[in-house]
Structure formats: C-alpha cells, structure tokens
C-alpha cells in the first residue's frame, strides 16, 4: 500500500485548513502535519518533513495575510494551486453550556475579525487570540473547560464532541477564504495553468508600476489582484503582488519577457490552474 501524502498545515485536524485540504486532494490518502504558525508550513516542506503545504492566503471579509505573501517570497517554493471554501464560524462550547454562561471566547484572530458583529453584541464575553480554530475547541474538550468557547468549525464540534450554542455567527454570510497549495520550488517553464501569482520590485521612478500593467492589458491578460507587500528586512521597500489570469500561456511568458527588464526584481511565485469559488 501507498504511503499517505504528508501536507503540512497551518492548524490541527478539523481546523478549516484541514477541511481544504481534504476536499482537494480527495481520492487520495493524506495525513496532515500539523503545524501551529505559517513558517512551521514552509518549514515543513524545505525539510522534507511534508511534500505539499496549504495556506490561508485571503478572506472575504478580512482581507490579504500579509505575511504569508512575504513568505512566499522568502522561500524556495512553488504555489501549485488553489482552492475557495465557504467559512462558517460556529460558538462551540461542552454541551449544556448556554450563551449567557460564556466569559471567554478563543480561537485564532482571523476568526475572531470574522466575527466582530456578533463579538461587541455580546460584551460579556472577552475574545482571546489562539493559534488555530479547532486546537481551541480540542483545549475545551481535553481540560473540561465550563465558561469558555471556541469559535470553530462544524467539523470541530463534531470531532470533539461539542455543542454549537450559536451557528454562522460571521459577519458576513457570503465569507469565504481562499488557500494556496504550495510544493517545493519547480522550474516555472515546466509549469502549466490559467493563473499565476508574480512578484515584483519596482525602481523608484514615477509611473514604472503603471507601465507594467499597460503590458498585461495590452496582452489581454486579466488582473484579479494587486497588493503591495513589505520587505521585512527593508522596512523602507515593498514588492508588488500581481495575480493574473490568462487563456493563453504564451501571451502571459512574452509579458513576463517584456516587463522583467523594467523591474529591479521578478519572481514568480506560481503558475496554475485558478480555483472555483
């Protein structure tokens, strides 16, 4: 029999990384690493421990993880695709518990940003920063905790035998988070897809980004995101990250071809095939 496929993840079993991860490599055997900060992932494939990572990289409501893209940067990997999940935060707590006996509220900040709304309608409760969803739930099942909730998934709840004393408790109901599956760094030339996400460093002169993206117009390729980025040891410098989506692969290669020369510093972090929200 076949070894499972080892992918290192940001969280424990039934966090919402966990979920995606499951859901895109379906039909085959995986065992999670779990891992409880984002460079433990990296960390994890340029070890060896792991051969694929998934990553949050974006939320509907919460926006860009910074950091993450500054870590793609920073190591020699590849993102190899991507995947959208619908995100439903759940209050869970040890069954029997109700809402008014709840005084602290853990789960992991993104969660917590997700669900300010219900947070501030509920003042007695004191949000605290964990590092994952469902570790959290896992805390309140293992030390039999009375007073406290997670805010997690439906899976955790059902992993650790907790109650949902209120469901879909985000702020926004069509909140979804968009993960990136990454592997060591592969030759970009042997690489095939519709999407790709680049790097740049641009030199300081006035109108050099607006000439890159004339390029990519003029190539019909499509801009779905554009964010600048912080160079953590240049605290005064930044990159820009351009997603781009194309139908035709040669077009996007010549535009890289052009624009490379007008750049201080170019990497392409990923060429693949774009996810179905």
Known sequence: MNAPLKIAIQGGPASFHDVVTQKYFAGRQVEIVPCMTFPRVFNGINSGEAAYGVIAIENSLAGSILGNYSLLHDHPVSIIGEA??????NLLALPGQQIADIRVVRSHPMALLQCTGFLEAHPHMQALEA???????????????????????????????LEIIAPCIEDFK????????????????????????????????????????????????????????????????????????????????????????????????????????
Do not use: C, W
Not at 84 to 89: C, D, E, K, M, S
Not at 132 to 161: P, Q, V
Not at 205 to 232: C, H, M, T, Y
Not at 243 to 266: C, G, K, S, W, Y
């Open 84 to 89: 959208y999940l619908p995100i439903h935060q």
């Open 131 to 161: 590092a994952d969803t469902a570790e959290s739930a896992r805390e309140i099942r293992e030390h039999n905790l009375t007073g406290i909730a997670a805010i997690a998934s439906e899976a955790a709840a059902k992993r650790y035998d």
């Open 174 to 277: 069509e909140n979804y988070t968009r993960f990136l599956v990454i592997a060591p760094e592969t030759n970009q030339q042997e690489t095939r897809g519709n999407k790709a996400s680049v790097n740049f460093r641009l030199h300081h002169r006035a109108g050099e980004l607006a000439k890159i993206l004339d390029v990519f117009r003029d190539q019909q390729i499509n801009l779905s995101l554009i964010q600048s980025i912080p160079i953590l040891s240049k605290r005064t410098e930044f990159t820009i990250l351009l997603d781009l989506e194309f139908t035709d692969e040669t077009a996007f290669r010549a535009a890289i071809a052009q624009v490379a020369p007008m750049t201080v510093e170019i990497k392409i972090l990923g060429i693949y095939n774009r996810g179905v929200k």
